[in-house]
């Protein structure tokens, strides 16, 4: 009886689920887009490979592409925006450089640069419009993180002692820009992977019950509800279809972790909660769904994707991969 119950409630949720579908809009670039910020309903940036940053004013019905000058071969992997004008964009390492916009993309200035050899960036978070974290790949043994309270204008590294320590063969990945999350007024989490994944949370790192132990494999991204409500996607991106230990969920801030009753259906680049018990995810083979709190996941698209992002201020959810690709969410 238990499981021919649990069986109807699998498809009533698929049902539900399948009230979403993904739009594939024509962006007009090749670039592979893993820089994806969502201001409002109407106003999108993307930022990728090549030196690419696009631009959308009008809901990604239309889009202005830059690619800005001296950085031609530079893969700017995150970016965030604050409105239609201003945006800063992350360009990964050789050297690792932070720009910044205020003319919708027309100009930028080089706000951060480090030739430290071994530099990685990987992703970026802002609270608001003046305080924002990035962290990068660890040199040594020490994880690389700045900050900045003046609107990216200024970065410094955070001080020393403050500096948690990564394992042999730990890092982070710069696939969505999302292995780094706010967590409250003052707090960010993030997540790692490689050899081991982990979440790091209040000076407190925790073991994450997901795939680990290859340079491949381990936590890509994370979404946070609440204090206490996280969920973490990821897999082995060599094997783009396998589920293993690819998505796990904290109700309790950490303290323990389950995983859904139906995952995701692969690995899982990205991840996004977008209110009530509503959360999406997506990755190389597709986008799930999920309308109870990460419990079970409806695959709802099998195109690829990097990012998923919901808007700032509004309801749109817009989706950004390789070859240009971009995406948004409809509801029926």
């Given at each position: 009886?238990?499981?021919?119950?649990?069986?109807?409630?699998?498809?009533?949720?698929?049902?539900?689920?399948?009230?979403?579908?993904?739009?594939?809009?024509?962006s007009g670039s090749k670039a592979s887009l893993r820089g994806l910020s969502v201001v409002s309903d109407d106003v999108v940036w993307v930022s990728g490979s090549a030196g690419s940053?696009?631009?959308?004013?009008?809901?990604?019905?239309?889009?202005?592409?830059?690619?800005?000058?001296?950085?031609?071969?530079?893969?700017?992997?995150?970016?965030?925006?604050?409105?239609?004008?201003?945006?800063?964009?992350?360009?990964?390492?050789?050297?690792?450089?932070?720009?910044?916009?205020?003319?919708?993309?027309?100009?930028?200035?080089?706000?951060?640069?480090?030739?430290?050899?071994?530099?990685?960036?990987?992703?970026?978070?802002?609270?608001?419009?003046?305080?924002?974290?990035?962290?990068?790949?660890?040199?040594?043994?020490?994880?690389?993180?700045?900050?900045?309270?003046?609107?990216?204008?200024?970065?410094?590294?955070?001080?020393?002692?403050?500096?948690?320590?990564?394992?042999?063969?730990?890092?982070?990945?710069?696939?969505?820009?999302?292995?780094?999350?706010?967590?409250?007024?003052?707090?960010?989490?993030?997540?790692?992977?490689?050899?081991?994944?982990?979440?790091?949370?209040?000076?407190?790192?925790?073991?994450?019950?997901?795939?680990?132990?290859?340079?491949?494999?381990?936590?890509?991204?994370?979404?946070?509800?609440?204090?206490?409500?996280?969920?973490?996607?990821?897999?082995?991106?060599?094997?783009?279809?396998?589920?293993?230990?690819?998505?796990?969920?904290?109700?309790?801030?950490?303290?323990?972790?389950?995983?859904?009753?139906?995952?995701?259906?692969?690995?899982?680049?990205?991840?996004?909660?977008?209110?009530?018990?509503?959360?999406?995810?997506?990755?190389?083979?597709?986008?799930?769904?999920?309308?109870?709190?990460?419990?079970?996941?409806?695959?709802?698209?099998?195109?690829?994707?990097?990012?998923?992002?919901?808007?700032?201020?509004?309801?749109?959810?817009?989706?950004?991969?390789?070859?240009?690709?971009?995406?948004?969410?409809?509801?029926?």
């Amino acid at each position: 009886m238990n499981k021919f119950i649990s069986a109807i409630i699998i498809c009533l949720f698929s049902f539900a689920a399948s009230a979403q579908t993904v739009k594939l809009l024509n962006s007009g670039s090749k670039a592979s887009l893993r820089g994806l910020s969502v201001v409002s309903d109407d106003v999108v940036w993307v930022s990728g490979s090549a030196g690419s940053v696009g631009r959308s004013v009008d809901g990604g019905e239309t889009w202005n592409w830059t690619t800005v000058k001296g950085f031609e071969k530079t893969d700017f992997r995150d970016i965030e925006a604050f409105d239609k004008n201003t945006a800063i964009i992350m360009g990964i390492a050789d050297p690792a450089y932070i720009l910044k916009t205020t003319d919708g993309g027309q100009n930028w200035k080089i706000v951060f640069t480090d030739t430290t050899k071994g530099m990685f960036l990987d992703a970026m978070e802002f609270w608001n419009e003046q305080s924002g974290i990035v962290i990068g790949d660890p040199l040594g043994d020490k994880i690389f993180i700045a900050r900045t309270f003046d609107g990216g204008e200024n970065w410094q590294g955070i001080p020393a002692a403050n500096i948690p320590a990564a394992d042999k063969g730990e890092a982070f990945f710069a696939s969505s820009g999302t292995n780094v999350r706010k967590l409250s007024k003052q707090e960010a989490v993030f997540v790692s992977g490689g050899l081991r994944a982990r979440l790091f949370i209040r000076n407190k790192k925790i073991d994450l019950p997901i795939i680990q132990g290859k340079e491949s494999t381990g936590a890509n991204s994370m979404a946070v509800k609440n204090k206490k409500c996280l969920v973490v996607v990821g897999g082995d991106f060599n094997t783009r279809d396998d589920t293993t230990k690819n998505c796990v969920i904290t109700n309790d801030g950490g303290k323990t972790f389950t995983a859904p009753v139906v995952g995701p259906h692969g690995y899982r680049s990205c991840v996004e909660y977008l209110g009530k018990k509503n959360w999406i995810s997506c990755g190389l083979n597709g986008v799930d769904y999920s309308t109870d709190e990460g419990q079970n996941w409806a695959w709802i698209s099998k195109d690829s994707f990097h990012a998923v992002r919901k808007a700032k201020k509004g309801k749109a959810v817009y989706f950004s991969g390789g070859g240009g690709s971009i995406g948004k969410l409809l509801l029926d």
